[in-house]
């Protein structure tokens, strides 16, 4: 199927889609400069392991590597790993980097929602407005407030991570 035909075809989906993502990015627009807080203290901006991208094997083989903190420290190598490439991809300490690749897998999360949603209602009952459903139905996720500390707060992107990988695996 060429591309108009599809946009053609496709093109309430597609705009209220773009619509939605407009909608989301407008409601995180101020995420992006928030700073380190709380737990990010020493697990991201004291932690100099996560300084250098050489060591991301050794976040996988000792728990040391995850904080500063011995009784704060979780074996998250994923989560360690993500916050010495936006170290890296920053050149430092820069949270909006950090920010930006959370919401970056925030909306790969999204995408792959839609997608997973759509399938399970078409299993359900086969409806052309199946996709707007299960559009609507990440939406009303994506954009709930309940949402808005994982994404905010640096280090919870363990939260939305996960999220991503479970529905990934769906």
């Not at 309430?12 to 709380?38: C, E, P, Q, T, V």
Request: some cysteine.
């Amino acid at each position: 199927m060429p591309l108009t035909s599809f946009v053609r075809e496709h093109y309430r989906f597609i705009l209220l889609s773009l619509s939605f993502f407009a909608l989301l990015m407008a409601a995180y627009s101020n995420h992006y400069d928030n700073g380190f807080y709380f737990d990010d203290t020493h697990t991201i901006t004291g932690n100099t392991y996560i300084r250098d991208i050489g060591n991301i094997p050794s976040f996988f083989i000792d728990i040391a590597t995850f904080g500063t903190m011995p009784n704060n420290r979780g074996y998250r190598p994923v989560v360690t790993t993500l916050n010495a490439v936006d170290y890296w991809m920053a050149g430092g300490l820069k949270s909006n980097t950090f920010h930006r690749t959370i919401m970056f897998w925030y909306v790969v999360q999204a995408i792959l929602m839609v997608v997973f949603f759509k399938r399970v209602i078409d299993i359900c009952v086969e409806n052309p407005l199946n996709r707007y459903y299960a559009l609507f139905i990440t939406a009303f996720y994506t954009l709930h407030v309940a949402n808005a500390d994982t994404i905010n707060y640096i280090i919870a992107r363990s939260d939305s991570f996960s999220t991503l990988c479970i529905i990934a695996s769906l």
